[in-house]
């Protein structure tokens, strides 16, 4: 169970979700993200997006830049080594890449915390923190799979935005959802986007 911590800026407690975007495609997926920690009262979001995630942005959305950067609470630059979430002082619960490309995997497999997306990540880790890679690409050569396995011998849970079909998907939404719906399970908050396998307990769609 992940716990939460009282946060002294509002008096409550919060959980603090680290959201890092990079340039693989599916940028929908860290938006769809942000989308719903936004209705979460309960949830304070820091978002950091690499350069090559603005350049996909154009490419696979119309929304604007200050559109996605307006759903988070903080957003920090790439660059900024120096932003809150460089430190393992700084209490945060968990860290979502979503997508992640095979560079930014690459520089988290081998400690390379140049930009602060890598360097969040390395400290998540190293505080044994919840850290999830969407990762997106395919094929995959040797490299990539050994990084995928570095990472999870480090603590990292490689979730690649696989879509499932059992749902009978009607949209790409229903796709994303899903998707995310499983993403957010990986940190406890509560949601209705996937219907529960033979579950009655679990409210339908
Ligand atoms: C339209 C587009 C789609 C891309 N899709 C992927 C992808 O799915 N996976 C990937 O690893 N890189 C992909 N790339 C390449 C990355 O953007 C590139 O390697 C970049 O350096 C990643 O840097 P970052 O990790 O700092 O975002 C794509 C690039 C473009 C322009």
Redesign the pocket.
């Known amino acids: 169970m992940i716990e939460s911590f009282h946060s002294s800026a509002n008096g409550k407690f919060m959980k603090r979700i680290i959201i890092g975007i ?5 940028i929908l997926y860290g938006i769809r993200i942000l989308e719903l920690l936004k209705k979460n009262p309960a949830v304070e979001t820091h978002l950091i997006l ?4 603005v ?2 942005l154009a ?2 959305t119309d929304m604007n830049l200050q559109a996605i950067k307006g759903l988070a609470d903080q957003v920090h630059s ?1 660059e900024d080594i120096a932003a809150s979430v460089s430190s393992g002082s700084f209490q945060t619960e968990a860290m979502i890449i979503a ?1 992640c ?4 995997l690459s ?1 988290i497999a081998h400690g390379h915390s140049d ?1 602060l ?1 890598a360097r969040a990540a390395d400290v998540i880790l190293k505080e044994r923190r919840r850290l999830i890679l969407m990762v ?2 395919t094929p995959l050569h040797y490299g990539h799979l050994q990084n995928m396995l570095l990472v999870t011998q480090m603590g990292a849970i490689v979730a690649p935005p696989v879509p499932a079909f059992y749902h009978r998907p009607q949209s790409i939404d229903d796709i994303v959802d899903h998707t995310v719906g499983r993403i957010l399970d990986l940190i406890h908050i509560e949601h209705n986007l996937v219907a529960r396998w033979k579950d009655p307990l679990a409210s339908s769609q």
């Open positions: 990079t340039g693989a495609t599916g690499s350069k090559p995630a350049q996909t490419y696979e790439n997508p490309s095979m560079r930014t520089a930009k997306i997106r690409e």
